[in-house]
């Protein structure tokens, strides 16, 4: 089975120091991962493709992998952990995504998830 390429969300706000001195980095850090579509998430100017998530703390790595959450939560802005971080979800197959995002879904009661597959047509 043909998985559906990563999807790797980075969900800030421009008025966060931190996201803004971490864009270009994570521009950079999209050029490294040709397994993946990176995309950058402002959560005000992209609110209403997010609808009711809210995102506490930033910058925050979220990553799918075609219907399946794999990872959302905080994380340094450091490339080489994101690069470690992402290729280990990459490297699961199908049975081993839906085993994760169902292990996610089951830590977080609120499944108002947004699907990140909107954020790259």
């Known amino acids: 089975m043909e998985l559906e390429p990563l ?13 803004r001195d971490w864009r270009a980095a994570f521009d950079a850090l999209a050029a490294r991962l040709p397994q993946a579509r990176c995309v950058w998430v402002d959560v005000e100017d992209q609110a209403a493709l997010l609808g009711d998530l809210e995102v506490d703390s930033f910058p925050t790595l979220a990553v799918q992998r075609g219907p399946w959450l794999l990872h959302c939560a905080p994380a340094l802005p450091q490339a080489d952990v994101w690069l470690r971080l992402v290729g280990s979800l990459a490297a699961l197959d199908a049975t081993q995504c839906r085993a994760q995002a169902s292990r996610l879904a089951g830590s977080a009661p609120d499944s108002t998830w947004p699907d990140l597959r909107r954020f790259t047509r």
Do not use: K, R
């Open 7 to 19: 999807i790797v969300a980075c969900l800030c706000a421009q008025w966060c120091g931190v996201c």
